[in-house]
C-alpha cells in the first residue's frame, strides 16, 4: 500500500479532550530523538503550531503526536482521521534531552505533559538511570501513557487531584514525600502546566536538586528566526526553540513565560469562534 507523505496512519482518542496521531513521516523518524519537537501545519490555511514528539520509530517510518484539544489548530487536528494528510510537518526540531548515566532520575509529568514524558523517561532508562515516575492527572479518566511510564520505570507513583487513583493530591507532594523520605536524587526531570513545572522547580531550589523543566513558549518558526519564543534563564533571554525546549528550572523566569503564552488570547479566541461557527 501506498503511504502518502504526512499521511496519518493512526488516529484516536486518549480522552475526551486529546488526540493521538501516528503519523508517516520516514526523515523525521530515521533523525528523532527524545525531547525533541515537530511544527506542523493542518492545512494550507493553518498556523504553525509546535507539539513535541511522543514516539518515533524508524523501523515504521512514522512519529506520534498528542495533542490536547484547547483552541482552534488542536480541535482541528482532533477531527483528522486515518487516511487525511497534513498540509505540512517539519522537524525534528530543538535539542534532544541531555542524556547521561545521572543516578537516580525523578520524572516528573503531568497532564499532557504524560505524553511528552514517555520517550524522555525511556531514553533516560537506556542511558542506565534508575527510573522514579511521578504521573498525575486531575482524574483517572485523564491519566494517560501510564502503562508505557510503567515499563521502562523502576518505580511509579500515580496522583490524581481528586483521588480517583494512587495518591490524592499533586505531583509535587509525591515528590516531596521522597525528599522528606532523604532518597538519593541525582536529577528531577518535570514535563506539564507552566503552574507544575514552576511548583516543582521552588521545591527542589532549597535542596538543591538539578531539575530539568520542558518549555512551551509561543513558537512561530520553531528555527531560530522570528524570536517569539523568547525565555529568560537566568535573566539571560534565550530562544525556547533552538536554546531548548528544555532548560534548568531553578533558572526560569517563570512569571514571564505565563505573561508571554496569554498575549494573544484575544485572537486565539477570535479564531476558535470562527472555526466552531465555520463547522
Ligand atoms: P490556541 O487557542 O491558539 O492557543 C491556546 C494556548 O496555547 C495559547 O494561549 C498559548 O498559550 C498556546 N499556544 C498557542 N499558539 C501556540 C504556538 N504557536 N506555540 C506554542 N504555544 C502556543 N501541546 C500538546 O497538546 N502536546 C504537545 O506535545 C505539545 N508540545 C509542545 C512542544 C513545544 C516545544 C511547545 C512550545 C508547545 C507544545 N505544546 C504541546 C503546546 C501547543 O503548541 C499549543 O497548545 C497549541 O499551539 C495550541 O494551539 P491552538 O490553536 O489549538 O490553541
Ligand atoms: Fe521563532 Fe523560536 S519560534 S525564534
Ligand atoms: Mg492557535
Do not use: W
Amino acid at each position: 500500500m501506498c503511504v502518502k507523505m504526512y499521511e496519518i496512519v493512526k488516529a484516536e482518542k486518549l480522552t475526551p479532550d486529546v488526540t493521538r496521531l501516528e503519523i508517516a513521516a520516514p526523515k523525521i523518524a530515521r533523525k528523532a530523538k527524545a525531547g525533541q519537537f515537530i511544527m506542523l501545519t493542518v492545512d494550507e490555511h493553518g498556523e504553525r503550531i509546535p507539539l513535541t514528539m511522543a514516539d518515533f520509530s524508524a523501523e515504521k517510518g512514522t512519529i506520534t503526536i498528542a495533542a490536547l484539544e484547547i483552541g482552534k489548530t488542536t480541535r482541528q487536528l482532533g477531527t483528522l482521521k486515518a487516511g487525511d494528510s497534513l498540509f505540512s510537518l517539519v522537524g525534528p526540531l530543538g535539542l534532544s534531552t541531555h542524556l547521561e548515566e545521572f543516578g537516580t532520575v525523578v520524572c516528573v509529568g503531568g497532564g499532557i505533559g504524560l505524553a511528552l514524558m514517555y520517550p524522555v523517561v525511556r531514553a533516560l532508562k537506556e542511558a542506565g538511570n534508575r527510573i522514579v515516575s511521578i504521573i498525575g492527572a486531575k482524574n483517572k479518566d485523564l491519566l494517560m501513557y501510564e502503562d508505557e511510564i510503567t515499563a521502562v520505570s523502576d518505580e511509579m507513583f500515580v496522583c490524581t487531584d481528586d483521588g480517583s487513583k494512587g495518591h490524592h493530591g499533586f505531583v509535587s507532594d509525591a515528590l516531596q514525600k521522597l525528599i522528606d523520605e532523604k532518597r538519593k536524587i541525582d536529577l528531577v526531570y518535570a514535563v506539564g502546566p507552566i503552574i507544575m513545572m514552576k511548583v516543582i522547580a521552588n521545591l527542589t531550589r532549597p535542596y538543591n536538586i538539578h531539575t530539568v523543566v520542558s518549555l512551551n513558549p509561543i513558537m512561530v518558526d520553531g528555527t531560530g528566526m522570528c524570536g517569539s519564543c523568547r525565555v529568560i534563564i537566568d535573566g539571560e533571554t534565550k530562544f525556547g526553540c533552538v536554546d531548548g525546549p528544555e532548560f534548568d528550572g531553578h533558572k526560569v523566569d517563570f512569571e514571564n513565560l505565563t505573561a508571554r503564552n496569554k498575549r494573544y488570547l484575544a485572537e486565539e479566541e477570535t479564531s476558535l469562534r470562527i472555526f466552531q461557527g465555520a463547522k
